[in-house]
């Protein structure tokens, strides 16, 4: 039997070290911009919730948008409501060219949100379309259905979310499509006026395709989303991309900020969320 030299096992040695550093680093970036997406998906989607519950209060009392605190609007933004229409009928119309909101986010473009009673009242059917909408320069397209359950057996009114969306990326031809269907539950604001006490609860799971293949994502512990925050501050939801190893992304104690950790197999990494 041949036997290498020192040289050249240093050499291999060289050889499997650099090939495993290369597959983790290319392993890392396709998980860490897998996670950016679902993570962009998921919380753009929840952000279309607040919009349209802050868009009907400034409606409703009577302000424009450029006059209240409403983190999801900025100056440019417009809100007409008609409630003689059937449905009633809500456009919030951040013009045709960026609009930079209170949260850091620039949208432009049209979001139709059509109701079938108050958003408040068991029964009631609201749904969002839109027209040339974008969101950091990201196309939404698609259909978000939100159905008022009400009360549970604790008092916190719940609300079933169903979304078929297509986001077109800014930065890459193609695009990602999310079909999910949640349940809101919101535990904390509901009987006051004022938004930046309002807490909700989501569960639920959905599909989402893009390029790289698919994914599906199930939410294991409930996310918790406080108005006042940009991300999910606390929950856990297991993503299951094909062809490769499951995982866990957890959102945190509860902290508002922009930091989760992800657990594959026994190797846990802390990321930053956009």
Request: overall charge neutral.
């Amino acid at each position: 039997m041949k036997t290498l030299s020192p040289l050249s096992n240093f050499a291999l040695m060289l050889f499997f070290t650099f090939f495993l550093s290369s597959c983790k680093d290319l392993f890392d970036r396709v998980s860490h911009e897998e996670f950016e997406k679902t993570e962009f998906a998921e919380i753009t989607l929840a952000d279309l919730g607040d919009i349209a519950d802050q868009a009907y209060l400034i409606a409703t009392v009577g302000l424009k948008s450029l006059e209240t605190e409403q983190p999801k609007f900025g100056v440019c933004t417009i809100i007409t409501l008609d409630t003689l229409a059937s449905p009633r009928r809500m456009i919030i119309d951040y013009g045709t060219v960026n609009c930079l909101c209170r949260d850091g986010k620039y949208r432009r473009g049209t979001i139709i949100v059509t109701f079938t009673g108050p958003y408040r009242k068991t029964g009631t059917v609201t749904t969002h379309t839109f027209n040339e909408f974008f969101v950091n320069d990201n196309k939404l397209e698609g259909t978000r259905t939100v159905t008022n359950k009400g009360p549970n057996n604790t008092g916190s009114f719940e609300f079933e979310i169903e979304a078929a969306v297509k986001i077109t990326l800014k930065e890459e031809k193609g695009a990602m499509e999310w079909n999910t269907k949640h349940l809101r539950t919101w535990i904390q604001g509901y009987n006051t006026r004022e938004w930046k006490d309002d807490v909700y609860t989501i569960t639920g799971g959905g599909n989402f395709n893009w390029a790289k293949g698919s994914v599906s994502r199930t939410i294991i512990v409930p996310l918790r989303k406080e108005a006042t925050c940009q991300h999910f501050v606390s929950g856990t939801v297991k993503i299951v991309p094909s062809a490769r190893q499951e995982r866990l992304l957890d959102y945190g104690d509860g902290t508002c900020d922009n930091v989760a950790t992800v657990t594959i197999g026994n190797q846990t990494y802390t990321i930053k969320l956009r």
